[in-house]
C-alpha cells in the first residue's frame, strides 16, 4: 500500500513569508500528527488532527498551524518565518484509535529559511 | 510522558546481534515501551513495542526487565541497512492522543 506522502520535499523561503506543507496519509489512516526536526532541539511533536480535529498540540508558537480535511490530508502552515525555522518537517499518520498503533512517518520536506 | 535514558551511540560488526539498552525507571504501569529508528535522510520507522512479555517480530526483539524499569531492542544479526539511530519512548495509556516525545536516542554503527 502507498506510504505517507509529504509535498513537496525541499522550500527554500525568506524570512517573513509563510508556507504551508502537505500529507497525505495511509489511506485508512484518520490521525495525522506533524513533527520538526532540527540538529539541535532533535524531533519535537507539534499537533496531531484526528477526524479533522486537532486533537493535541506540542509547545510551539501559534504562527504554526494545521489543519485536516475529511479525506484526512493535512496540511500545515507556518507564518511569519524566522531562520530558526528552518528545519526537517516530518508528518505521521496512524488508525489514532489505540495508543499501541504505531505512527507511519512520511520522508519529510526540508524547509530552509534565508 | 516519562523518560527515557539510552546510550548515545554504540558500535557493532556486521552480522553479529546487536543489544540496544534503554533505561525507563519512573514507567507506569500502563506506558507501553515503543521503538522507533531513523535511517539517514528518511522519517522515523515504527520497529517494535510491549507492554511486560517480550516480543518478537520480523526486524528486532525486545526484551522488557521484569521490574518494567529497563527493556533492549536486539537485532539478532545486523547488516549495513540497521545503521541508524534508534528511539526507544514511553506511551501511556492514559495520556489520550498525545505525540511521540523522542529523546536523542542511540546512534548505532554496524562496520563491514
Known amino acids: 500500500k502507498a506510504g505517507v506522502t509529504q509535498t513537496p520535499r525541499y522550500l527554500i523561503k525568506t524570512r517573513g513569508q509563510q508556507v504551508t506543507l502537505s500529507c497525505s496519509p495511509i489511506?485508512?489512516?484518520?490521525?495525522v500528527s506533524w513533527y520538526q526536526q532540527t540538529p539541535g532541539q532533535g524531533l519535537q511533536f507539534l499537533f496531531e488532527y484526528f477526524s479533522e480535529t486537532q486533537r493535541n498540540k506540542g509547545n510551539f508558537p501559534g504562527r504554526f498551524s494545521g489543519r485536516q480535511f475529511s479525506n484526512s490530508r493535512s496540511e500545515m502552515n507556518v507564518s511569519t518565518l524566522e531562520l530558526g525555522d528552518s528545519a526537517l518537517y516530518l508528518c505521521?499518520?496512524?488508525?489514532?484509535?489505540?495508543?499501541?498503533?504505531?505512527?507511519?512517518f512520511g520522508s519529510g520536506t526540508r524547509l530552509t529559511v534565508v | 510522558d516519562a523518560k527515557t535514558t539510552q546510550p548515545n551511540s554504540m558500535e557493532s560488526n556486521e552480522e553479529e546481534p546487536v543489544h540496544l539498552p534503554c533505561n525507563h525507571s519512573t514507567i507506569s504501569g500502563t506506558d507501553y515501551i515503543h521503538w522507533y529508528r531513523q535511517l539517514p535522510s528518511q522519517g522515523p520507522e515504527y520497529v517494535i513495542h510491549g507492554l511486560t512479555s517480550n516480543v518478537n517480530n520480523r526486524m528486532a526483539s525486545l526484551a522488557i526487565a521484569e521490574d518494567r524499569k529497563s527493556s533492549t531492542l536486539i537485532l539478532h544479526r545486523a547488516t549495513l541497512r540497521d545503521a541508524a539511530v534508534y528511539y526507544c519512548?514511553?506511551?501511556?495509556?492514559?495520556?489520550?492522543?498525545?505525540?511521540?516525545?523522542f529523546g536523542k536516542g542511540t546512534h548505532l554503527i554496524i562496520q563491514p
Open positions: 489511506s485508512g489512516h484518520r490521525s
Open positions: 519512548i514511553l506511551r501511556g495509556a492514559g495520556g489520550g492522543a498525545d505525540g511521540l516525545t
Open positions: 505521521a499518520s496512524s488508525s489514532g484509535q489505540r495508543l499501541i498503533d504505531g505512527y507511519t
